[in-house]
């Protein structure tokens, strides 16, 4: 279908039966045929997306849709930002891909430009580590978290989501059925739960939620019967 993003401007426009159109229809079988069932989201979302501009997305059959649920790297920006766009079809000219040892101009630039909005005396003299995907990043701050403080108890919130690559990270991750079959332990590992007043499992003044929070901490770390170091 060829169709001009600017088209995309006004939404919704529904042309066919909803969820999951003809098309739609046709390459989700697809994916279920050649693709493994690890897949969450196509139970829930059944459309399959052809194009997207700012908060709006086009499925394959010409439906449009206000974007309530976009992908991380288009959150803060929207689908296909100009400045972004321009900046990848800059580079595309210059370099797709290189061995990540290598330094680039861009790839200086970036730590530059990152170091210099940190705060306090990490500003401009912390040190910057590429990794693949979030939960390599989280994998490794625990980690370095766990070489320095001589400790192994993780301490999470209970709903929390690091990731499900790794050790550390998948056990870190609230939702059993990631962990499931990862083969982790969860000796070392405690959850609390999040010092949201709505959703916290005891009633208690709104005040009193996040100490309540920070005494469950204290008692986690410092009780020895609960995995905690004893100090």
Same mark, same amino acid.
């Given at each position: 279908?060829?169709?001009? %993003? $600017?088209?995309?401007?006004?939404?919704?426009?529904? #042309?066919? +039966?909803?969820?999951?159109?003809?098309? $739609?229809? +046709?390459?989700?079988?697809?994916?279920?045929?050649?693709?493994?069932? @690890?897949? *969450?989201?196509?139970?829930?979302?059944?459309?399959?997306?052809?194009?997207? $501009?700012? @908060?709006?997305?086009?499925?394959?059959?010409?439906? %449009?849709?206000?974007?309530?649920?976009?992908?991380?790297?288009?959150?803060?920006?929207?689908?296909?930002?100009?400045?972004?766009?321009?900046? %990848?079809?800059?580079?595309?000219?210059?370099?797709?891909? %290189?061995?990540?040892?290598?330094?680039?101009?861009?790839?200086?630039?970036?730590?530059?430009?990152?170091? $210099?909005?940190?705060?306090?005396?990490?500003?401009?003299?912390?040190?910057?580590?590429?990794?693949? *995907?979030?939960?390599?990043?989280?994998?490794?701050?625990? @980690?370095?978290?766990?070489?320095?403080?001589?400790?192994? *108890?993780?301490?999470?919130?209970? !709903?929390?989501?690091?990731? #499900?690559?790794?050790?550390?990270? #998948?056990?870190?991750?609230?939702?059993?059925?990631?962990?499931?079959?990862? !083969?982790?332990?969860?000796?070392?590992?405690?959850?609390?739960?999040?010092?949201? *007043?709505?959703?916290?499992?005891?009633?208690?003044? +709104?005040?009193?939620?996040?100490?309540?929070?920070?005494?469950?901490?204290?008692?986690?770390?410092?009780?020895?019967?609960?995995?905690?170091?004893?100090?």
């Amino acid at each position: 279908m060829v169709e001009s %993003i $600017s088209m995309m401007e006004a939404p919704p426009r529904i #042309v066919t +039966e909803v969820p999951g159109g003809p098309r $739609s229809r +046709e390459m989700l079988e697809k994916q279920d045929k050649y693709e493994t069932a @690890s897949r *969450t989201y196509t139970r829930f979302f059944r459309m399959a997306v052809d194009r997207a $501009s700012g @908060s709006t997305v086009m499925d394959v059959d010409g439906n %449009i849709f206000i974007d309530w649920f976009a992908g991380i790297c288009v959150l803060n920006l929207g689908h296909n930002h100009p400045v972004v766009r321009a900046a %990848i079809e800059r580079q595309l000219d210059r370099l797709v891909h %290189i061995n990540e040892v290598p330094p680039t101009e861009a790839r200086v630039r970036f730590m530059e430009t990152l170091l $210099s909005t940190l705060p306090g005396s990490l500003r401009n003299r912390a040190k910057v580590m590429f990794t693949v *995907t979030g939960a390599d990043a989280c994998e490794a701050a625990v @980690s370095l978290a766990r070489h320095v403080s001589k400790g192994r *108890t993780i301490v999470a919130f209970g !709903g929390a989501y690091h990731g #499900v690559a790794g050790g550390h990270i #998948v056990g870190a991750t609230a939702n059993w059925h990631y962990r499931e079959y990862a !083969g982790l332990s969860a000796q070392d590992i405690y959850h609390l739960p999040y010092p949201y *007043t709505y959703r916290f499992p005891v009633r208690m003044a +709104e005040e009193d939620v996040s100490k309540a929070v920070v005494d469950m901490l204290r008692y986690l770390i410092r009780d020895r019967t609960q995995g905690g170091q004893g100090r």
